[in-house]
T-cell receptor, first 119, second 113 residues
Framework: GAVVSQHPSRVICKSGTSVKIECRSL??????MFWYRQFPKQSLMLMAT?????????EQGVEKDKFLINHASLTLSTLTVTSAHPEDSSFYIC???????????????FGEGSRLTVL | GNSVTQMEGPVTLSEEAFLTINCTYT??????LFWYVQYPGEGLQLLLK?????DKGSNKGFEATYRKETTSFHLEKGSVQVSDSAVYFC????????????FGSGTKLNVKP
């Protein structure tokens, strides 16, 4: 079946540095990917919709300059947390919708998530 | 606005016990409803879904019925196994924007032998 993979699964960084998280669709092309964030004991919250070849669409309250999203190819979207601070520590998870013409068309497949800890 | 509320965990059961994880939602229109499961170290996987009122989603012995009158989508399984230990997320997608998902906070299930 379709697999969406994230890397790294865990990252620890110092305050003020930038961290990049990759999201790849391994056996299907995804024109649209989604980035979520989860705080401890809270819901997954949609941060932004990543569109291949165009700018991402951010949800209300999400800082565009803080969370840079690039969807440079049909199989890769990246989320860069710029100038990270301890309050950015969270679990980030991406998803991609299977394209027409394959099994699971329309289903949303999720990556395994990336846990960011900012010291 | 749209939201999903599910029971807090962790839920600890013995093997072969009956499982219920409650989920209620608030939404405009007619959303689609989902249960996702996350095993340790893996991504969320679709467990089952229902797209309209009174639909029953089922998979791997799990069931959930879309109840519009009570705005609920409770997850049930008659006899849990140790391998069912995971985090379960209830979610909805908007009627007019199926790309936009709203998730509950997740319920961790621990099944003991």
């Amino acid at each position: 079946g379709a697999v969406v993979s994230q890397h790294p699964s865990r990252v620890i960084c110092k305050s003020g540095t930038s961290v990049k998280i990759e999201c790849r669709s391994l056996d299907f092309q995804a024109t649209t990917m989604f980035w979520y964030r989860q705080f401890p004991k809270q819901s997954l919250m949609l941060m932004a919709t990543s569109n291949e070849g165009s700018k991402a669409t951010y949800e209300q309250g999400v800082e565009k300059d803080k969370f840079l999203i690039n969807h440079a190819s049909l199989t890769l979207s990246t989320l860069t947390v710029t100038s990270a601070h301890p309050e950015d520590s969270s679990f980030y998870i991406c998803s991609a919708r299977a394209e027409e013409g394959r099994l699971g068309y329309g289903e949303l497949f999720f990556g395994e998530g990336s846990r960011l800890t900012v010291l | 606005g749209n939201s999903v509320t599910q029971m807090e965990g962790p839920v600890t059961l013995s093997e072969e016990a009956f499982l219920t994880i409650n989920c209620t939602y608030t939404a405009t229109g007619y959303p689609s409803l989902f249960w996702y499961v996350q095993y340790p170290g893996e991504g969320l996987q679709l467990l089952l879904k229902a797209t309209k009122a009174d639909d029953k989603g089922s998979n791997k012995g799990f069931e959930a019925t879309y109840r519009k009158e009570t705005t609920s989508f409770h997850l049930e399984k008659g006899s849990v196994q140790v391998s069912d230990s995971a985090v379960y997320f209830c979610a909805l997608s908007e009627q007019d924007n199926f790309n936009k998902f709203y998730f509950g906070s997740g319920t961790k299930l621990n099944v003991k032998p």
